[in-house]
Nanobody, 129 residues
């Protein structure tokens, strides 16, 4: 059983920054792509960013491109989301997720929730205007 635990959320003013972390249990972290999703109140969950198992490939939602950076440290079993120039519309619960299939990464579906099988409990990010 894989456990994903997010941290680093909080309240920040517009224009500020936060760094989210997601710590994974298990010995196979480096075998899987990882993703970040978010869900705002009353809205559907949406893709934010993804990173391939060794970090060579990344993908971003258009809404965060140029402001957010996803990275990972396989020695620490952790994936990060650096969020800069935050906007009120970034307010949401942020979730990390592990891809369903080892070594899999495809731009065609890395942004889809069904590509992932393990999810964290989420961390709240609130951006005030």
């Amino acid at each position: 059983q894989v456990q994903l635990v997010e941290s680093g959320g909080g309240l920040v003013q517009a224009g500020g920054s936060l760094r989210l972390s997601c710590a994974a249990s298990g010995r196979t972290f480096s075998s899987y792509a990882m993703g970040w999703f978010r869900q705002a109140p009353g809205k559907e969950r949406e893709f934010v960013a993804a990173i391939s198992r060794l970090g060579a490939s990344t993908s971003y939602a258009d809404s965060v491109k140029g402001r957010f950076t996803i990275s990972r440290d396989n020695a620490k079993n952790t994936v990060y989301l650096q969020m800069n120039s935050l906007k009120p519309e970034d307010t949401a619960v942020y979730y990390c997720a592990r891809a369903r299939t080892p070594a899999y990464y495809s731009d065609s579906d890395i942004y889809l929730g069904k590509t992932y099988d393990y999810w964290g409990q989420g961390t709240q990010v609130t951006v005030s205007s």
